[in-house]
């Protein structure tokens, strides 16, 4: 079954980030490897280009539409509500999309969300029409101020951004899982490798951004493979429901009607 | 010889950045009649290659980029020490702070023909980083040349060797006399190469006598790296940013602020170093930031060396050379 991302059907569950690759075309070429729909775009210098000469990062921008997914732009690297909100209206009209990736940061060092601001700024988007994806903590309170803030999805960090520490609070990101039980959630931050999503996506999580696993990896297409091959796993498994754990042997072979050889 | 010479063709070559330069030069080495014309009429005007790194690196620049960056670059070691005899074969150092080891870990394991040094090494090696750092890794065959000595010094050299160069003339291929054309324009022949995108750098030179290296540093950083080339004067060199734009307008606050916050981090003592310079360039590159020859009827393109000029122009040169041989050797 695909998952529903604001009536959109996506049915690749691996979303990329495109920052810090190689090459542009090492970007695209990885993106179609793993056969992802979604990516995310950070509307900076790159995008908006210095001093307002409009055609100055095209060339980049024109690669990334080439590639065929969908774009996410984000607002990485805003500090504030009035920040953020601004971003996204600049990457509404510039990219053509009402979806948004909404990053309101406290600390530039640690990255973590400013929760406060976060859920301000969603607000703010939503009522603007905005279809806010918001970069979040595992906190339950956080979450459900984000939903009365009009999203319909929540992103969740496993570990801080680009740290590769995987699920590095598991009891929280099942407690976040059992909580939202019907809201999609995707996995934002933290992963590392490929067992890492696998554990995520066996918890229940709906689907996975990744950028810093796969751009910064030796090989970033064969990574990029690799995670989609995880990520699907993961899945798999959870919906195949995966037995219990249980202390001491359990015989795979039936015990009745064994062959008594005396 | 008299008669090989009359039998081989002449080439013009547009463009006299580092690309520009060394084809022109390996062209006339091989016994071609060899014009080259710029528009600008200054050395180092108008080109990325006056703003590089100088930085014959090729085991260090796999990082972030592909195995064929690496196998092409090598050649270069041998070239630059033939033709350049400011060529300093000191090899390169790639440090990061303890917090950052992850980094260091990871470089080398995506680089080859590198030593990992320890405290004493990283002493005798580059003694004013005195106890700064715990460990590091070197790449004892690498080498670094000052761009701003060496194009003039190879600008030289393919004068004597009787080489034709044309400053201040804007010219255009299809009106060019000679029987081939190679257009090294870099970024200008976008016209024509509609595949080329321009990458922008940034870097500052800074000059202290506090503070001396012997090779290129690479201070690794999860969020800005940086690295260093020692020049002459007391000066160093310091770069460089990556933005995927085009715009040639001067260095930003930001990245005139990163770069100096990032270069206090290898020794606070180059906080009282003295800014000379801080300027910007724009790299020419292709999709996959890897150089690549094309030819369009007489116009052969070579083009696309991003940050890779001082390394990849040597491999570059040779190729074109080699077409051009494998068509007179079709025509006779």
């Known amino acids: 079954m695909s998952l529903k991302l604001y009536g959109c059907d996506i049915s690749s569950r691996l979303l990329l980030g495109t920052a810090r690759y190689p090459s542009p075309a090492m970007l695209k070429e990885a993106i179609q490897a793993a056969k992802v729909e979604i990516v995310t775009v950070s509307l900076r210098r790159e995008s908006l280009g210095l001093q307002n000469e409009q055609r100055a990062g095209q060339s980049f921008w024109s690669l990334i539409q080439q590639s065929g997914a969908r774009v996410l732009p984000n607002t990485a690297g805003c500090h504030s509500v009035r920040e953020a909100v601004k971003t996204a209206h600049m990457a509404r009209e510039i990219m053509g999309t009402n979806w948004i990736k909404l990053e309101v940061i406290a600390d530039d060092m640690a990255l973590n969300p400013d929760v406060f601001g976060l859920v301000e700024a969603a607000r703010i988007l939503n009522e603007d029409g905005f279809k806010v994806f918001p970069y979040t903590t595992t906190d339950l309170g956080v979450g459900e101020r984000l939903m009365q803030a009009g999203c319909h999805l929540l992103m969740p960090w496993a570990a801080p951004i680009g740290s590769g520490q995987g699920l590095s609070d598991r009891n929280a990101l099942k407690a976040y899982r059992r909580h939202f039980e019907t809201v999609p959630l995707i996995i934002d931050a933290g992963i590392g490798r490929p ?8 918890l229940g999580y709906d689907a996975l951004l990744l950028n810093s696993a796969v751009a910064k990896s030796g090989n970033p297409v064969l990574m990029a493979q690799a995670f989609r091959q995880s990520v699907r796993a993961g899945r798999d498994a959870y919906l195949a429901g995966p037995i219990e754990p249980y202390e001491g042997a359990m015989p795979s072979s039936p015990m009745i009607g064994r062959a008594y050889l005396s | 010889m008299s008669r090989q010479s009359e039998s081989l063709l002449s080439v013009g070559i547009i463009g006299s950045g580092i690309a520009g330069l060394i084809t022109a030069l390996a062209l006339k080495e091989k016994g071609y009649f060899v014009h080259l014309y710029e528009k600008t009429k200054h050395l180092g005007e108008g080109t990325c290659s006056w703003f590089a790194g100088g930085m014959i690196a090729p085991w260090c620049e796999r990082d972030g980029a592909d195995d064929i960056i690496r196998d092409r670059g090598v050649e270069a070691l041998e070239w630059w020490e033939r033709h350049y005899e400011g060529t300093v074969k000191a090899g390169s150092l790639v440090l990061s702070a303890a917090r950052d080891r992850s980094e260091v870990i990871r470089f080398g394991r995506c680089t080859q023909e590198h030593q990992t040094v320890n405290e004493d090494s990283l002493n005798r090696l580059e003694p004013d980083l005195c106890g700064r750092f715990q460990e590091g890794l070197f790449y004892p065959r690498e080498a670094h040349i000052d761009p701003r000595l060496a194009l003039p010094a190879l600008e030289m050299r393919l004068k004597n060797a009787g080489g034709v160069v044309s400053r201040d003339v804007e010219v255009q291929a299809e009106e060019l006399k000679e029987d081939i054309i ?51 004067k007391d000066i160093l060199m310091v770069g460089a940013t990556s933005i995927e734009t085009d715009c040639q307008a001067p260095i930003t606050v930001r990245s005139a602020y990163d770069l100096l916050e990032a270069v206090q981090r290898l020794h606070p003592a180059l906080g009282e170093a003295s800014i000379i310079e801080a300027s910007a360039g724009v790299r020419p590159a292709f999709p996959d930031n890897i150089p690549d020859i094309e030819q369009h009827g007489r116009i052969i393109y070579a083009n696309g060396l991003y940050r890779h000029g001082f390394l990849l122009s040597p491999w570059c040169a040779r190729k074109v050379v080699e077409q051009i041989q494998a068509q007179e050797g079709a025509v006779a």
């Open chain 2, 182 to 232: 190679v257009d090294c324009r870099g970024l200008a022949a976008r016209t024509d190469l509609p595949k080329l995108r321009g990458v922008r750098g940034e870097m500052i030179r800074i000059q202290t006598r506090d503070i001396h290296f012997k090779r290129p540093i690479r201070l690794l950083h999860p969020r800005q790296p940086v690295y260093v080339v020692p020049r002459d």
């Open chain 1, 195 to 202: 067992s890492q999503a696998t554990e995520a996506m066996e």
